[in-house]
């Protein structure tokens, strides 16, 4: 049983209730507990909210839509605006609405959101709600969303200066619980004072998780006064001088003084720990507060008691504008040195100094300078404990001395050679859509095709500059008269276009340039959580106004023509495969003014939501890859850019596989111009995950038996008072979800919790770390876990984990419980030359700063794929793992309750989360159910193994040889298989000689075999009909399935055909016989080998195999490192026909300049 019974929405249904939620939730929460409030006072109210997505209140619109509609019982609106400003004005109207005789309502909350560019953009309309003003019985916050890292952002940002000249008071919360407290205050103020008020959240707020108690008599608002009653303002939209001066110097005069006395009597401003011989004194609002105070625990100073001790004043302003002078007067009083700790722009600081200015005794007053105006605490960027910590020693150590801790010294960081950054989400359209031929100028446009500004010019072209949201092309109606360039593409997305997007096409019209605007019609706003775009219209709509604005010529580029096939479309305009793409760019860029082109595909996340809640079908194609035909060349990946085509190690070395698990069913892969693709094609609802099966072909009763197991209680290794958490994993993979289950399951064991997702941009399969911190008792310290404060890591990717930013966290005596999965990088797609550092490199990069003996990896997504058929519930896996290893002191019956509270596939995800404690606490039985599962290998003769024996090779290489010497018999005979042991023998020889250690041997085991089995049309119908390849396509989709091959043979190709074509199982016993024609290679007889790669093949074998026989033959005239190449150069070789073609002259130029 567990302590605290919860459920998820208890968020919102309980008026009071111990829960675990985010800050979005409680932001949401607001409008709900005041509607409770005000129903118990009698007074029917409403509530209205209105905004525009985007980061960190990206995913705000989700949250309220979620929230509403379990409130339903409330007079409860969201209405997500085509932009902030007509938001804005929406919200205006909310106000005004009860004063009118036909009012529904006694008074509306309104609630506004937006991130920072979009306060920019909607100031004008901020500042007309604000001079119209707020219902006595209704309110207006706005949540401004602050991005000081520019992690989701073009440019780094802070609102708090834009508030103060709105005369907005503004409210700045560091955790989840203080932003519905202040939540609370922010509407109490504005009714009190007429006033709009502003919450200012930032990501770790946002994104930020926290239990606590709620209740709505937390928040009792003390009312200030005017002339001894409580001012009532009357909103009035009449808005014109002179009532508006009237009005200026009524908030000048009247209510921001009354909004400061609004702070003063709710101590939203107060000293929390202090002395009564304090000298020093120490200001912060919001986060940053929380970051100071975490800062003074790294120095030795965590609690009231130890920072009062050593003589400093802390003051927190919860409401630092308007300034209270007077507050800070009395806080100052006695202080010799008051350090102001704030982001970005000295606002606070500057206060405080005039403020002080005229006092004779005034105290010296540091922030971003110190006294003798040298850098103190930076402007940019955010401040976070590991900085403020630094400079805080370096202020206080002359006066504290020994009474310090010293910070420790930052780590240096060593970047590794392959990192995991933001990418495209698998099967995006905006891998193909954007796309442009080489010598094309782009420029960029605000979404997730912003991405292409991390990627290389040759396959997004040229990029010509970002522009804010809706500016797009604008920049070039400025360029284009003073460069030669006389073109340029722009890409818009469909949510930018319907935002404000639109008016730039016409404004490019009328000046008359000449450019393309690519207009990327999604049908989400995948940046911040796939939101339908508020004013979305049809593609034939679009055309219409696009035609009507004047746009000279339009194409429309779709991944499924067959859709427009009843579509009317007015006159000259084309719907093109997305095939050919590169021809519509050449095609509209000869046209002279505006030409637009319309890429029509749908989001794949969105579609990948749509499908899991039933709203779309899910397609009933799936494509598989026969990984021994394939050649692991990177084509497919390069036509795709996609992020579950994915290079992998196999027995035959690196080929590419397609993620089943992460597929949206773009089959951009299969244009890949190989033969290694399979369709196989199933009803809907046959499609399933692959089911564990012994030897008969049975389901396993080993996995049963794994799974009933009764397995002892974990160990704990942690202390159990207080204990840091950090996860680290890919975006978009769960991560966030694994911390929320774990944070529920402390919450519900009675602990305290907080803790911060930090994702952004990397959302988009980038690094994502999420931090939790547990506590017996509460602690006032930020979510974030900083330098060496880990007890814990979860390595849910191990690149993640072995990053600079996944290390920093680390310590000598960290615990470490992760996957040793390899997941590619979006860089590794296309390139498939670039590989990541291997499991045991990355484990052993982690155990230099923490410690060997306390890491536990094992490969999760091989394991959950293999027993529970695929690797979603990996991560799960993992936590079972952390779990039993002692590394959490949570228990079982809590983490099972929050898998069941989070609902998702709970019975596979309580199955993962067993089989992971089964990891640890019996090893064995996993290995043994692992072994269980059905699988097929080559049988190795006799002879082969007696050959291989005397070379002395080391097992992981003899084991290689004996493969790939059994595979040559199937491939062609026994003597060819003879003829590869023998380069092999020599090669061996010689590695002594040369004292290569293996790798030159190493490097002709493999080469020398991928040269000899070359892939003609004899062997891909081998490979083809292999019962482990048949094998694993009934593993995806069960007995009955229909497949096809996807073939692009080379006779049918010297005709002209340009595609491929589908041959179905029909073909089979063809495949067999021409397998059995294999005897015919090399032959006159051989109809296929007469083609010139297939001579060329062979002419590379025999040339290979004599160049290795040169440097067996006299070793000592050849340096290490040279045989080393020579040998391993053969590797660049890959694919087939004009791919294949292209390698082979790479690899004969290097290897006449050897």
């Known amino acids: 049983m567990t302590a605290v019974q919860f459920q998820l929405s208890d968020r919102y249904t309980r008026e009071s209730a111990e829960v675990f939620m985010s800050g979005l939730h409680a932001l949401a929460r607001i409008p709900i507990e005041q509607l409770i409030v005000d ?45 902030e400003e007509y938001a804005a004005t929406a919200v205006m109207g909310s106000q005004l609405s009860a004063a009118r005789a036909d009012a529904r309502y006694q008074g509306v909350i309104g609630m506004w959101y937006g991130k920072a560019p979009g306060v920019d953009r909607a100031l004008d309309a901020l500042r007309h709600g604000c001079y119209a003003g707020a219902a006595p019985l209704g309110g207006v916050v706005c949540v401004v969303g602050d991005d000081p890292s520019a992690k989701s952002s073009s440019l780094p940002s802070s609102s708090a200066g834009v508030m103060a000249d709105l005369h907005i008071p503004v409210l700045y919360p560091g955790s989840p619980r203080e932003a519905l407290d202040l939540g609370r205050h922010a509407i109490a103020l504005s009714r009190a004072t007429g006033l709009w008020t502003a919450l200012k959240i930032v990501a770790d707020v946002a994104d930020g998780t926290e239990s606590f108690d709620l209740n709505p008599d937390r928040v009792n608002p003390i009312i200030p006064l005017l002339n001894g009653e409580p001012y009532r303002h009357l909103p009035d939209g009449r808005l014109l001088t002179p009532r508006t001066i009237d009005i200026e110097k009524e908030i000048f005069e009247v209510r921001y003084p009354l909004s400061i006395e609004y702070a003063r009597l709710n101590q939203l401003n107060r000293v929390t720990a202090s002395a009564v011989d304090a000298e020093v004194g120490i200001v912060a609002s919001g986060i940053t507060y929380h970051e100071v105070r975490t800062a003074l625990r790294r120095l030795g100073l965590a609690s009231d008691g130890e920072i009062a001790g050593a003589g400093i004043r802390l003051f927190k302003m919860l409401m630092p504008l308007p300034f209270d002078a007077q507050s800070v007067r009395n806080f100052a009083t006695g202080l010799r040195e008051i350090i102001v700790v704030e982001e970005k722009s000295p606002n606070v600081e500057t206060l405080i100094k005039d403020a002080l200015y005229a006092q004779l005794d005034r105290p010296i007053i540091v922030g971003k300078h110190d006294a003798m105006g040298k850098a103190l605490f930076p402007g940019y960027g955010s401040l976070v404990a590991d900085t403020i910590a630094r400079h805080l020693f370096t202020q206080l150590a002359p006066r504290l001395g020994e009474r310090l801790r010293a910070p420790r010294e930052k780590r240096e960081k060593i970047p590794l050679e392959v990192e995991r950054t933001p990418f495209y989400c698998s099967g995006c359209p905006h891998n193909r859509s954007t796309r442009v031929p080489d010598d094309m100028s782009v420029g960029v446009g605000i979404g997730c095709h912003s991405l292409v500004l991390a990627m290389s010019d040759e396959r997004v072209g040229n990029l010509v500059g970002l522009t804010p949201m809706g500016n797009e092309g604008m920049q070039w109606v400025g360029m284009s008269p003073y460069v030669e360039l006389p073109h340029i593409v722009q890409n818009l997305g469909d949510g930018t276009f319907y935002h404000s997007g639109r008016l730039a096409i016409g404004a490019a019209v009328a000046a008359g340039v000449n450019m393309t ?32 604005v004047g746009v000279a010529r339009l194409l429309i580029t779709t991944d499924d023509v067959t859709r427009y096939d009843d579509v009317s479309l007015p006159s000259g305009v084309e719907v093109w495969s997305r095939q050919h793409l590169d021809e519509a760019h050449r095609v509209l860029a000869q046209e002279r003014g505006v030409t637009v082109l319309i890429h029509d595909q749908t989001c794949a996340a969105e579609a990948r939501r749509l499908r899991k809640r039933g709203l779309l079908d899910t397609p009933s194609k799936r494509i598989v890859i026969n990984h021994r035909i394939c050649e692991g060349c990177g084509h497919c990946g390069e036509i795709s850019n996609c992020l579950s085509v994915q290079p992998f190690e196999t027995d035959f070395g690196r080929k590419t596989r397609i993620d089943q698990t992460t597929c949206n069913f773009d089959y951009s892969c299969i244009e890949g111009d190989c033969p290694s693709f399979i369709e196989i094609d199933v009803e809907a609802h046959r499609l399933r995950p692959r089911r564990t099966k012994g030897a008969s072909g049975q389901p396993s009763d080993a996995l049963n038996r794994a799974l009933d197991l009764h397995l002892p209680a974990p160990v704990v290794r942690v202390r159990d008072d207080y204990f840091n958490v950090r996860l680290t994993g890919i975006g978009g993979t769960g991560v966030v979800t694994v911390a929320q289950v774990l944070g529920t399951a402390a919450m519900l064991d009675g602990l305290d919790v907080r803790g911060l997702d930090q994702t952004g941009l990397s959302q988009k399969a980038g690094p994502v770390v999420s931090d939790l911190r547990f506590a017996r008792n509460r602690e006032d310290s930020a979510s974030r876990i900083g330098s060496f404060e880990a007890d814990v890591l979860i390595a849910l990717d191990q690149l993640v984990a072995a990053s600079p930013a996944g290390l920093d966290a680390l310590s000598s005596t960290t615990i470490v419980v992760g996957s040793s999965s390899t997941s590619p990088t979006g860089a590794m797609i296309a390139n498939p030359e670039l590989q990541a550092p291997s499991a045991d490199r990355l484990a052993d990069r982690i155990a230099r700063v923490s410690d060997a003996s306390l890491q536990k990896w094992v490969d999760a997504s091989a394991t959950t794929t293999k027993l529970l058929g695929n690797a979603v519930t990996a991560n799960v896996f993992v936590m079972g793992m952390a779990v039993q290893f002692g590394a959490l002191p949570l228990s079982i019956n809590s983490v099972e309750e929050a898998l069941r509270l989070n609902g998702a596939a709970v019975d596979t995800n309580l199955r993962a989360f067993q089989l992971g404690r089964l990891a640890i606490a019996r090893p ?18 006799p002879w082969v193994s007696q050959v291989v024996a005397p070379l002395r090779l080391s097992v992981e290489k003899s084991t290689r040889v004996e493969r790939y010497a059994s595979d040559l018999i199937g491939y062609s005979n026994v003597a060819y298989a003879k003829r590869y042991l ?3 023998e020599r090669a061996a020889h010689a590695d002594s000689e040369l004292e290569a250690q293996s790798e030159f041997v190493g490097h002709v085991i493999e080469q020398g075999y991928r040269l000899m089995a070359y892939k003609d049309e004899y062997e891909v119908a081998r490979l083809l009909v292999l019962d482990d390849q048949q094998l694993a396509v009934r593993g995806i989709a069960g007995e009955r399935r229909r497949i096809s091959f996807l073939l692009h043979p080379p006779l049918l190709r010297a005709l002209g055909m340009q595609r491929k074509i589908r041959l179905g199982e029909w073909t089979l016993p063809v495949f067999r016989l021409l397998a059995r024609l294999k005897v015919l290679r090399g032959t006159v007889f051989d109809v296929f080998g007469h083609t010139k790669l297939r001579r060329k093949e062979r002419q590379l074998r025999d040339q290979y195999e004599q160049l290795i026989n040169s440097i067996c033959s006299k070793p000592s005239l050849h340096t290490l490192v040279d045989a080393v190449r020579l040998a391993a150069l053969p590797n660049m070789i890959r694919g087939y026909e004009d791919i294949k073609m292209a390698r082979i002259e790479q690899y004969e130029r290097e290897l006449a300049n050897r």
């Open 924 to 941: 064995d039985v996993l290995k043994e159910t692992l072994a269980a599962v059905q699988g097929v290998s080559i049988a190795v003769p």
């Open 517 to 548: 605007y690519k207009l990327l019609y999604n049908d989400a706003i995948g940046m911040t959580g796939g939101q339908r775009p508020t004013g979305r219209s049809e593609v034939t709509s679009i055309v219409r106004q696009l035609l009507e």
């Open 39 to 83: 129903r118990r006072s009698g007074r029917k109210t409403a509530a209205f909210v209105s905004g525009y997505p985007g980061s960190p209140v990206g995913g705000f619109t989700d949250v309220l839509d979620e929230a509403f509609q379990i409130r339903a019982d409330l007079p409860l609106t969201h209405r997500m605006a085509l932009n």
């Open 982 to 984: 023998a380069l092999i």
